[in-house]
Structure formats: C-alpha cells, structure tokens
C-alpha cells in the first residue's frame, strides 16, 4: 500500500483531515470532536466537556468515519493523517436519532415544571434529533432523590448518567463526592451515604449537568430563563475577581452564573459567588438615611443626612477624624472617600481592617505570577494560606499543578483540609510560627540584617532544605502569602521572611490580598498618608470616624476594640448597605449606600487586572450608589474636585494610577508564648456582610458556628472532651463555645474562627485565652 501524500504546509505535530469535505489541520492526539469545534461544525453531545475527562458514554456524537466498519464516538477517536469524517451523512444521523431514542425512553416529560426548561441541552438536542413520538410504552423507571445540601436541588429521575457531574468534583474539585451505583438500567448517580455536597466550588455541577437532574437550590421555581435579563458582573467576596453574569428580573438579582475567562476562573465560579445574592435581600438591608435620637433611631431624607455630615464633620479636628473603608469598596469610591478625608484634613484613613502588624507598612501585594500559570508551577510554598476558602479558584489551579507533579508545602497555624497531597507540611502555634518561617528563610541564603537577628539560635533542618531546593530547582516555584499569614500579629516578620525565600529561590511571590479590591484602594491612596493605620485608630479612640462598608465587629481585626472605640466616640457616620443592630449601637447617623452588584464600579484584581462593570441591579428604597452619596457629601462639605456628574469624570481623576507593592522592611517584635494563644481564620462563608446574610450558605457545613478546636494534649491538660462547653476569656471579653478536639490544631493554639457573633468580643490572632470548663 502506498503511502498517505503530506501536504508541505502541514503545520508540525499535525494531522490533515477532511469533516464534511471540509479540509483542516488537526494537532496529533486530539479527537474528532476538537477539530470539528475549532471549525465550527456543530456535534451533538453530552457526556463530553471541555474541561473534563473524556468519558464516552453517551454515544451522542457519533459520526461516519471512513473505511471504519461502525460509527464512531466523536469525542474519543483520535485524529489520523487523511481521515475523512461524515457528521451529518444518513449513517451518522440515523445513529445519532437512535441513542437520542433510548436517552428518551426513561426521562419524564416534565418540561413544564423543570428549572432546565429553555436551557436544557437534552431539550435543545431533542428537537433536532428526537422523534415525534416514542414508540416506547413501558412504564419510565423512577429515582428517588437525595438531598445533598442547601445549595443544589436534585431532580435524579432526569438524569441521564452523562457522569459530568461526577468527574467535575472528582477531577476539578477533587472531593469525589458523587459516583455511580449499580449496573445497567439500575444504574444512579449519588453520593453513596446521601451526604452534603461541601467542596466550596460544588454548584459547578448544575452548570456541568445537561439536563434538569441537578439545579440551583436557591433559584428554583422563581422564574424562567427567558424572563430573566443577564447582566455583566465581577465576583467580590475574594481578591480574583472572577467574572460572572447577574441574571435579574425588574432589576433584582435571582440567580449568578459564571461568565468565561480564561485568564481568570475559566468557565467555573465559587459557590460564595453564586450563592451570595441571596444576601442582598436581607431584612436588614439600609434603605432610608438615618439618624441616632435620644436613644431611637429616626428616619429623614438625603437633605437632612447630608446637612447632619456635614455639621458633624466639620465640628471636629482633622486629625481626630479616623476614616476606616472595607477592603471590598470599589475604586471610585475608594478615591472619592481618600478627597473627602484629605479635604476635612485628616490623614488617617486605612482599608487595612484585618490586619494586626503594621510595621512593614506593607500595601499593594498582590500575585506576581498570572493566575493562569499557576497550573504550570513544579514547586509552591504556602505560607498561612487556606487557598481552598481564601480563593477557591487559585486554589483549583495548583490542584492542576500538583496533579502534573508539582510539589506543594505549607506552613501555618493550621493544618488545613486540602484537596491535594503536600509534598510537606509544619503547623505550628502562633508564637512558633515566625521561628518556622525563619528557619526556612535561613535555609535560603544569608539574610537581611532585620532577620538575621531575628534567627540567631535557630537550626536549618532536612525538612527546611528540601523546600529550598524543590522551589529552587523547579522550572517555575512560587511562594504564596495567605490571608492568616497577613492577620498574624507578627505578619512584617512573615512576610519579610517569605519574599526573602520567594527572592533566593527565584519564585514568584503572590500575596493573597485582605479584600476584593485591596489593590485597587491601595492605588488611590485609600492608606494612612503619615497619620494613623486601622488598628492605631481604634487603640487611640478618635473623637468622629466614617465608617464605610465595613461591618463592626465583624470585619475588624479586634472586633472588641473595634465596638469599644466606635461606642465611645462622639460621632459615627456610616456609609453602609446593611443597618445591622451591631451598626446601631455604636453608629450617630447611617447613610444607606448601594451594594457592589447594584452600582458602576470598578475593582483591580489580584493580579493587577483593572475591571469595570456598570450596574446589575436596583438599589432597594433611598439607598444610592456610593459615589453619588459621595459626590453630594463632598460637594457640601466645599470639598475641591466634586463639581463632576458622571462616573466617567471620577474615573478620569485616578485614571493610569497603578498599585505598586511597598513594604518598607521594617519588622515587629518576637512574640511571647503565654499559654494557650488564640489561632484566628476567617470563614469562608461570613467574609463580608453579603456572605453573612446569605441563607443557603449559613446553612452549608462549611459554615461550623463559633468553636474552639484544641489538640488533644491540650483538651486533656484543660478536662475537655469533644463536644464539651468552654468558657473562654481574654482581656476584651468571654464567650462560651463548644468544644472541636483535633490534631489539625498545634499544641499551645486554641483555634477560634473570627466573623461569628459569638466569638465577635474575644480577643485578637495571637492573644492568650483563659479555656476552663462552662
């Protein structure tokens, strides 16, 4: 037999194929169904993904190849030099319509009452390859269904075991939290025990699913997909910044899904994402300005709240005037609030709410490597950082490394429940946890003058060299600073230490920022401009603060400070979306403000990526986007610069401002070991007041309560059983919390989640607790 003819102008490692007598390249190894969707030559499908493995088990897209005795399934035949392949010849439509035929037999024709109806790809295919009438008249078999959490609804008699949901969580999300059970028509897709979906990425699967089996929860029955208007948005519960779409009616939002990017969350979107709209429509949203009178709260109109802020304001002193901004507020208001302050001439205004340790005076950090390249990483070092609940998505993409080969450590105060192996791992307390990140620095080279002091003493061991030399020898490393990382008390000295490692190894460093839009605040100057940071403010009470977005105690650092020093100031002037109690005991006059999806704003992301979005929803009541309420608070206080109308000019004002990452190398103090030191996280579904107010995701496991996790040793030496009730105190106050006995918690930490009412009066990361039986 003769050889194939190769055409001169094949392009290397590729195929020459023709589809539907249409010629094409096709790289080697890829299957029928790439080369078809690269030419826009439509196949049907449905097990198949993009994203997924190939599993080959619907049989949908089978086509005619030539000198190929039976049809074959597009999606797992790989190309060959001069394949001929027939998408639409009488062989391969008539065995198309055929398993569309026996996909058919057992779905219940219930289009009418399925949330799938007009977005279903069963339906979509059925009308192009279904028949009329069904020559079948046996009884359709029926499947009970599961409940498998407050997030996705299960409708199991629809499924038609295409098994995208099940590779979704095992590959992407790697929890492995579905399978098949049973064989032939018996066949059912479940989680074995009917136990919760709990990957933090788990509403993927609705996405992923091709019929009605798998549905949002939340969304069910409220409306159909062709009443509902789609709407660009940008996640804003994690400094990524994924995109997203807001699917509204009449203007509120009913539903979120993901909007693809490649370079950002791909097609996939975290379930605080698309489950936190839920909370723009909490009781307690702020929708008519308020002010504090003998005791009561009254309601007025914007003239009498703008004249109040204004009165207010200017009574005070500029330097007894603390502004302090949630990291989540867009740019536009971030910059609006930085005139506002610089004109009452107060210089001190922060963003940096979380944070303990100010020494370094560190702002800007962000991720140095491209979120997309994470995946192509051989080596990570993880430094305090819970990446699964700080950003879920990054964290995916490592997954993908580590899947590959990479060779991932971690260090922190915790030992976190991670979805993939580390190649090392050290918990230590919070006291130990600097001399553990010292030793790996001193492991690297010869260090800096304000760290080499720190480190006399300490001994380089196995474990701390074989880190260096997995990131160093890597063809690509990074190192990633989390959030605990940065909450730590001696966080200057954690980072230092980790771009020093970062530095010697040549890795790339990425610190997870404090906030959605942290950088882009950072870059309009929304920062102590020579006067006091957050946590100054609040340890020097000053007379008046302006309190924007951010939620006391909730979003605080030292959530006690942050109520004590806000209760006793003279006046409190909040510019917020939600008008909690918490809010209304320490607040003089409450200013109702827009929610990000309900205003134009922008927000910079973890990578430096600027983006704008216009408004997705209505405001409810008298609430107005911030920067309008901003425009007018300026303007009557004769502020400069507030003469604008359009959000066009305020973006003109801070135009070509980039962030620039400072760190001034300055470091803190050692810390003292003084009993049991209290280990703070933030959970990753009360972050921000949206997240607090979103019922499904208060209702989802990852959501524990306030707790406090002891090691054994330590739950032993205090007479404590898992399970029990502890009182726990400390200088700011006294909770009483159930007791979590695990080893994930070091010895000398007592691990106690921040954001929870009943944990909002303890005392901050790093200070020693009283445990005693309740």
Known sequence: MSAQPVNPNTPPDHVNIEIDGKPMFAPKGSMIIHAADKAGIPIPRFCYHDKLAIAANCRMCLVEVEKSPKPMPACATPVMEGMKVQTKSAKALNSQRNVMEFLLINHPLDCPICDQGGE????????????????FVERKRSVADEDIGPLIATEMTRCIQCTRCVRFVGEVAGTYELGGLSRGENLEIGTYIGKTIESEIGGNIIDVCPVGALTNKVFRFRARAWELVARDGIGWHDALGSNLWLHTRR????????????????????????YSHQGLYADDRAQQPMVKRNGGWVEITWD???????EKLKGVPGDQIGVLVHPATSTEEGHLVAQIAKGLGSRNLDHRLRQLDFADDASGFGFATPVADIEKVGAAWLVGANLRHELPLVNHRLRKAAKRGAKVYALGAVDV???YDFAGSIVAAPHALVDAALKLAKAAGDLPAELAALANGIDVDDAARATIKALSDASASIVVFGEAAAMHPQASILRAAARFVAKATDSGYNEVPLGANALGLAAVGVLPQGGLDAQAMLRDPRKAYVVYGAEAPFDFADGGLAMTSLARAETVIAFDAYASEQLRAIATLILPIAALPETDATLTNLNGIVQTVAAGAKAPGEARPGWKVLRAVGAKLGVAGFEFTEIAEVRAQFAGKSTNAH????????GKAEGLARIVTVPIYRSDATLRRSAALQAHPLTQGGRVALHPEDALALGLADGAVAKVSGPAGTATLPVAVTRAVPRGGAWIE?????????????????????
Do not use: F, H
């Open 754 to 774: 921040a954001a929870y009412t009943e944990t909002a009066a303890l005392p901050a990361y790093g200070a020693a607790l009283s445990i005693s039986k309740a």
């Open 304 to 310: 009498q709240a703008l004249a109040l802020v204004a």
């Open 251 to 274: 203007g509120e939002v009913l539903r979120t899904v993901p909007r693809d990017n490649e370079a950002i969350n791909e097609c996939w979107l975290s379930d605080r994402d698309r």
């Open 417 to 419: 429940d991670s979805n």
């Open 120 to 135: 279903c790809e069963l339906q979509d295919v059925s009308m192009g390859y279904g028949r009329s009438v069904s020559r």
């Open 663 to 670: 760190a001034n190398g300055k470091v803190a103090g050692r």
